[in-house]
């Protein structure tokens, strides 16, 4: 019995697929279309694609390199402890191919091999799974399960390790810039300003720039998002499933490192003299700059939520000098010869300044700030003290006095 191909034997029903190959074989024109030796219409074919549909995917970045720019740090001008750049997001949406993890080879451990034709795949079955299974030999299969699951974080341990080192080097790298750029931005103003300082002797700066400014800049967005929680945890190194104490006490430390690197790399100190030189030219117009010596933002309180402790030097800022007023958290705050005063903001403490060279046109910048320090010192007492309207009053008597004496001193030189 001979049986024609695309028909079925007898007795035997067609199946769907015949029926269907069936159709089409013998339909005359697929057999012209299919025949090599059918008769050539003479028409081209007409393609359907697009020449340059692939290049939205190249063109549609957004931004380009002036975004990462801006999203790396904080842009020229901003305010100095309210970072532009985005957070931690800022930090982690700058990444370069690098910095991406490495495709699996062929065959590679990090490489997927594709399921079989023409057999049922479970979902979420994969290929992984199917290599790490154990053999038929293995009878204990609680033990079987340890040693795969102990194969599965030998082969993402090292990979976790080195995504947890890259990660800080970005992070690192950001904070320094961020440090360098608010640094500039400070002396900036400052030079600006001191072009026309006009007549009242004093400018008010209400800028901070310390680790824990810094640190909330960088936890403010993690804090209320879980999968920038969880991608902070992968950068520091620390267990996803960490508390908010041990998140935050690796990150504390990661940034008093840079804080640390800051000061004593080549920018640090080159900036910082640079901004040193002009609170010297502030000196010589008689120009008193008054300025916060401490962080008094929210995550103080954040720190003490879950229970790290912290001291005064991670909320105390980079910008407090000798040559400026500042303003401090308690009276006992500055170490000599700095000086700092509690009890009033900047902009009060300002305006006390501004009606001593009212009061006495001939005060110096260290006059000013020797007067200050009298006024929050309990003589009696030998210890420091909040500055209130008494204090007040009595800088003012002192700044009267001083100027007789001036008087004095020059009619009787």
Not at 96 to 115: E, M, V
Not at 162 to 191: I, P, S, Y
Request: with cysteine; glycine share 12%.
């Amino acid at each position: 019995m001979s049986v024609r191909l695309g028909q079925p034997a007898p007795g035997i029903a067609p199946r769907p697929q015949q029926q269907q190959q069936q159709a089409l074989t013998n339909n005359p024109k697929v057999r012209e279309r299919e025949d090599p030796r059918a008769k050539d219409t003479g028409k081209g074919s007409s393609g359907t694609g697009k020449a340059g549909s692939g290049d939205k995917s190249v063109s549609g970045g957004g931004g380009g390199a002036k975004g990462l720019r801006n999203r790396d740090g904080m842009d020229n001008g901003g305010q100095v402890g309210a970072w532009n750049g985005g957070g931690f997001s800022g930090v982690e949406e700058n990444t370069n191919a690098r910095f991406k993890a490495p495709a699996g080879r062929a065959g590679g451990p990090g490489s997927q091999q594709q399921p079989l034709a023409g057999y049922p795949q479970r979902e979420g079955m994969q290929a992984q799974h199917l290599r790490e299974s154990p053999h038929a030999g293995q009878l204990d299969l609680p033990r079987g399960e340890q040693q795969q699951q102990r194969s599965a974080s030998e082969r993402e341990g090292p990979n976790a390790a080195q995504l947890a080192l890259e990660g800080r080097a970005r992070l690192r790298a950001a904070v320094l810039e961020r440090l360098l750029n608010g640094m500039k931005d400070v002396h900036g103003r400052l030079a600006k300003f001191l072009k026309t300082p006009g007549r009242l002797g004093v400018v008010n700066l209400s800028l901070v720039l310390s680790e824990s400014s810094l640190t909330y800049e960088l936890w403010k967005e993690p804090s209320g998002v879980p999968e920038r929680r969880a991608r902070m945890a992968q950068t520091l190194g620390v267990p996803v499933e960490a508390s908010d104490a041990q998140l935050l006490h690796a990150l504390t430390v990661e940034v008093h490192q840079c804080f640390e690197e800051f000061v004593s790399s080549r920018p640090g100190r080159e900036i910082r003299a640079e901004y040193e030189a002009v609170l010297e030219g502030y000196e010589a117009a008689g120009v008193l700059p008054v300025m916060p010596g401490f962080d008094t933002g929210p995550m103080q309180a954040e720190l003490t939520r879950v229970g790290l402790p912290h001291d005064k030097d991670f909320a105390r800022s980079l910008l407090i000098d000798p040559r400026i007023l500042a303003v401090g958290i308690s009276p006992d705050d500055g170490v000599p010869p700095q000086v700092m005063v509690a009890g009033l903001s900047v902009a009060q403490l300002g305006t006390i300044v501004a009606q001593l060279r009212r009061l006495n046109p001939r005060l110096t910048n260290t006059q000013v700030l020797n007067l200050m320090m009298l006024a929050s010192t309990d003589i009696k007492k030998a210890m420091r003290k909040a500055i209130g309207q008494s204090e007040v009053d009595g800088v003012q008597d002192m700044a009267r006095q001083l100027l007789r004496l001036q008087a004095v001193e020059l009619l009787f030189p």
